[in-house]
């Protein structure tokens, strides 16, 4: 494969597009599909040839707003319906070339003016088990160069300039860690793709590379390059099954392609990729338990150092970044470095996608410049908070996040102002809360997560988290005295210090943040054995009723 | 097996191998695989009991899944439990007594986009009220 040739690709791709009169891109991810999708994709397709038009029916990935779906987007003209069902699929058939369908049209344009698509540039525009579609958006372009006029070094300098962070959560430099593991001696290098976002509540990673394969394994390949890697691995949730299967065929694809194997464009350069299954514990997506689990091993974490980057994979210096750390890597190559760190805030650069959920009316996949304010993402971009109820806190991180009050929503977004509200940047789940839910029974939730997903090596993991659930879930029946609280700040603070991993370490965060913003909450459960949102059931007081009764 | 080339470190792969052949991993299919790989039959063990989507018990005919993810939580996983529970009479993880319907729950499938979601026999329901649950419910215990 040379750059000639994957151009010539891209042409006829182009070429053979050029045929249809419209495109109408369904999109096909598990939230579309769970309401028809599939059925209404059929449904174009016959409705399109019973009227004679030449429209090309492409599958897609995520499209973004998934609380409208199922969604569907015309092209050229951009225009996107919202809720079809497939006895619909006649009406926009007609409806093709002349002005859209009023009924369905999807009016968002608040939703998606304040976007920028970077990583999700082609959710929606491409068919993920298509290589061609991918090759057709400059898909591998960045790779065919990287290969052929850049040194190893070059790219890494590219990625410093750039400022890219870690979007895994932890914000690490991303050109830095790959300068590490390029400068660690080892003839056999590994690169690892973390897909295992176990996060509840995050979906991007799992719409990436559902939707757009290709970015992870190019980026994959990129890296594999500059660290002077040639086997890669994707570890991705046993839970997410399609991500398997589009993996499975991309690789396939790539591979038929000459862009990935030996001698990659007539180059010195071998690189392949495995797929490694994960099968449901949330203490692999640390890393050095991530590495357990490919070995075949149970998930338990190590003491760091030594970094994977020097001794990882079967001792060999390993690379593990996270799916859209890599899907950011294709575009920064194409556009350079300073494009990139133009956008975003001070210390950290580029876009982030989060996955916007709970109680909030626009629910789905978004992608904003850094710094943005989150009341912009909640409050425009997300709808707000629908049915008349009110905002009470939204929730970044995971279960190793914080509760974020609406004092604090003029913030800008960026993992140091997250760091500092107690909360962090995480994966990218963002789940809004209302009155409706009550923020000590949402630390009891989390904790209750922490202690069953606790791997048991290190005590103050596996007992502290034990017993914190224990005090909340006191507190939480009307149970609780103002000595269990202060235990419970006591043991905060020792879990959080003294634990193995990243896991225990941040496991008390939920409680820490909500206590600081919300403390009346948990006075108000302790003194007054009340709980305004109505969630907890208080045993005691109850009983206390029938009495005076 | 041998797609991995009977590689010690494909274990999990191996193991999903045989529990989405059988749909759980008892103790001959445990065994077999750590001798045919080549690794200790305890690190098989373990690695069988540390994860949790691995199954050491047969499941029902049915699998109900109630996701119990943060998004799902918020918008009302716990009421959907406690429906299921109440209507099935056991608890998570377990199977009804007459091999029908088995009860699970998941930490988050990725669908949080359309809260609360079960899983009817690995198909996705969102947006899903306990009557619709218990619905589907009815449906299968009268097959």
């Known amino acids: ?549 | 097996m041998r797609k991995n080339g009977f590689a010690r470190h494909a274990l999990i792969e191996t193991l999903h191998t045989v529990q989405s052949s059988f749909g759980f991993l008892d103790d001959d299919a445990i065994r077999f695989v750590a001798l045919s790989l080549h690794v200790p039959l305890s690190q098989a063990y373990g690695v069988a009991t540390f994860y949790h989507y691995f199954t050491l018990k047969p499941p029902g005919k049915h699998t109900v899944t109630v996701c119990a993810g943060t998004a799902c939580y918020i918008k009302g996983a716990d009421k959907l439990i406690a429906a299921a529970e109440k209507r099935l009479g056991i608890t998570p993880g377990q199977t009804t007594p007459d091999g029908q319907i088995s009860l699970m729950t998941a930490r988050c499938v990725g669908a949080c986009s359309r809260a609360p979601v079960v899983l009817c026999d690995g198909e996705v329901a969102g947006e899903i009220t306990s009557e619709q649950m218990l619905e589907q419910l009815e449906r299968w215990a009268v097959e």
């Open chain 1, 1 to 549: 494969m040379t750059i000639e040739e994957l151009e010539q690709i891209a042409k006829s791709v182009q070429q053979e597009n050029a045929g249809y009169d419209y495109e109408v891109n369904v999109c096909m991810d598990l939230a579309c599909a769970s309401q028809g999708a599939g059925a209404l994709k059929d449904a174009l397709v016959k409705a399109a040839e019973a009227a004679g038009k030449k429209v090309l029916v492409r599958r897609t990935g995520c499209m973004g707003p998934c609380s409208h779906g199922p969604l569907v987007r015309v092209d050229p003209e951009e225009t996107l319906y919202h809720h079809v069902k497939a006895e619909k699929a006649e009406t926009i058939v007609q409806h093709l070339g002349g002005s859209p369908a009023p009924e369905l049209q999807c009016d968002l344009n608040d939703h998606f003016d304040k976007q920028v698509r970077v990583v999700l540039e082609n959710a929606g525009c491409i068919d993920p088990e298509k290589i061609g579609d991918y090759i057709a958006h400059d898909g591998y372009k960045a790779l065919l160069t990287v290969l052929t006029e850049m040194t190893p070094s070059g790219v890494i300098h590219r990625i410093t300039e750039s400022g890219l962070r870690g979007r895994g959560g932890g914000g690490y430099p991303t050109g830095l860690k790959w300068g590490t593991v390029a400068k660690a001696n080892g003839d056999v290098k590994y690169v690892v793709c973390n897909g295992d976002e176990g996060d509840p509540g995050a979906f991007m990673d799992r719409s990436v590379m559902e939707g757009d394969p290709h970015r992870v394994i190019e980026g994959m390949a990129i890296a594999a390059y500059a660290v002077g890697a040639s086997k890669g691995f994707i570890y991705v949730r046993a839970e997410y099954p399609v991500a398997v299967s589009r993996l499975t065929t991309a690789l396939r694809e790539a591979r038929r392609h000459g862009l990935l194997g030996n001698n990659i464009c007539n180059t010195p350069f071998n690189f392949d990729v495995e797929i490694r299954l994960g099968a449901g514990a949330f203490v692999c997506g640390e890393e050095t338990a991530l590495i357990a689990s490919i070995e075949g091993r149970r998930g338990t974490p190590k003491p760091r150092p030594p970094y994977p980057a020097s001794s990882g994979l079967w001792g060999k210096p390993t690379l593990i970044n996270n799916v859209e750390t890599y899907a950011n890597i294709a575009p920064i190559v194409r556009n350079g470095g300073q494009w990139f760190h133009d956008m975003g805030s001070e210390r950290s650069k580029g876009t982030k996608v989060f996955a916007l959920t709970g109680k909030i009316a626009n629910t789905g996949l978004v992608e904003v410049p850094m710094g943005i304010k989150l009341r912009e993402i909640i409050e425009v971009i997300g709808g707000g908070v629908p049915d008349g109820h009110k905002f009470k806190a939204v929730q970044t991180g995971g279960p190793s996040g914080g509760c974020i009050p609406e004092e604090m929503l003029d913030v800008g977004v960026s993992y140091d102002a997250l760091l500092k509200m107690g909360s962090i940047m995480g994966s990218g789940g963002m789940i809004v809360m209302d009155d409706t839910s009550c923020m000590v029974n949402v630390a009891r939730f989390f904790i209750e997560f922490c202690m069953t997903e606790s791997c048991g090596k290190c005590i103050p993991c596996r007992a502290g988290t034990a017993q914190m659930y224990t005090l909340l879930t006191r507190i939480c029946t009307g149970q609780g005295t103002m000595d269990d609280l202060a235990l419970l700040e006591d043991l905060c603070v020792t879990v959080k210090e003294t634990s193995l991993c990243g896991l225990g370490q941040t496991a008390p965060n939920p409680v820490l943040s909500t206590l600081k913003y919300f403390r009346n909450e948990y006075i108000e459960h302790i003194l007054h054995k009340r709980c305004a949102a109505g969630v907890c059931q208080m045993a005691a007081v109850e009983s206390e009723n029938e009495v005076v009764a």
